[in-house]
């Protein structure tokens, strides 16, 4: 069984930055890929970012290039997600989740076969 635990979401004011964790323990995969998604209110669960074992594919959607960074340290199974210049459309709940990918990343969340249970993001204007 996997567990993925997420933290570091809470308030802030539009322009500010967060930095959210994502820590994985439990029966993981030897390799796998990491994926951020968010979930805002009335709205479906959107990819925000990826990262693939080694750490050489990173995928993210436009709405955040250039604003959010992803990273991951394999050695304490963490994946990390370090948000600045944040928007009021970047307010949702966010998951990190996994895929057991040896190499690659993908936007799919049907790919993810382990998710965590969220954090909250709220961005004020």
């Known amino acids: 069984q996997v567990q993925l635990v997420e933290s570091g979401g809470g308030l802030v004011q539009a322009g500010g930055s967060l930095r959210l964790s994502c820590a994985a323990s439990g029966r993981t995969f030897s390799t796998y890929a990491m994926g951020w998604f968010r979930q805002a209110p009335g709205k479906e669960r959107e990819f925000v970012a990826a990262i693939s074992w080694s750490g050489r594919t990173i995928d993210y959607v436009d709405s955040v290039k250039g604003r959010f960074t992803i990273s991951r340290d394999n050695a304490k199974s963490a994946v990390y997600l370090q948000m600045d210049s944040l928007k009021p459309e970047d307010t949702a709940v966010y998951y990190c989740?996994?895929?057991?990918?040896?190499?690659?990343?993908?936007?799919?969340?049907?790919?993810?076969?382990?998710w965590g249970q969220g954090t909250q993001v709220t961005v004020s204007s």
């Open positions: 989740a996994l895929a057991p990918f040896a190499s690659g990343t993908s936007r799919s969340a049907k790919n993810y076969n382990h």
